[in-house]
């Protein structure tokens, strides 16, 4: 009797009256990892979408935007992978191309769907504390093309702050 594992599998199997053949385990090994491919594929496209993801945020400008838009395209077909990358998107404090990620997640996907609310709810702007940083947040939703938020938090803030010129020339700028 030998020692290790494959010696324990080995005699419990021929304790079952199941004699193994020696060309039986490669070809055990062999089956599994092309019935695991397309998991382990999956995941290796992940990786290197987080990968770009970091080179990305070295660089700056329209090659960053380029490489963000590449490393959400290696992951496009798998939710898990764009639940990853918008995660580490979230990290970065990259949240327009988090968005675009957490945008790429079918509807029927529930499990996904409610990740991604609170994902989105995470990303959220917080309650400003005077009329300067609602003026702020307001000029960031723009510049990330949310404008119906955008409207929706300067009406807020323009009714907490009714007399404050700030707000009042966000308004007269958005006209």
């Known amino acids: 009797m030998g020692s290790g594992i494959l010696s324990a599998i080995t ?7 199941i004699e193994l053949e020696p060309w039986m385990g490669p070809v055990f090994a062999l089956s599994m990892m092309v019935l695991l491919l397309p998991w382990i594929l999956k995941n290796m496209r992940t990786s290197s979408a987080r ?7 070295l660089e700056g400008g329209v090659k960053r935007a380029e490489m963000e838009r590449q490393a959400i395209a290696l992951v496009s077909d798998n939710p898990e992978g764009l639940m990853a990358l918008a995660e580490e998107c979230v990290r970065r404090g990259r949240y327009v191309v988090a968005r675009e990620a ?3 997640i079918p509807e029927e996907d529930i499990k996904r769907q409610r990740q991604r609310k609170q994902m989105l709810k995470q990303m959220a702007p917080r309650q400003p504390e005077t009329p300067e940083a609602a003026a702020l947040v307001v000029e960031r939703l723009r510049g990330e093309g949310l404008s ?10 323009q009714r907490r702050w009714p007399e404050s010129p700030i707000l009042a020339s966000l308004v007269s700028h958005d006209s």
Do not use: I, M, T, V
């Open 102 to 104: 957490l945008a790429g």
């Open 148 to 157: 119906e938020e955008a409207e929706h938090r300067l009406s807020k803030a």
């Open 51 to 57: 990968k770009l993801l970091k080179k990305a945020s």
């Open 11 to 17: 005699d419990l199997l021929s304790a079952l009256g």
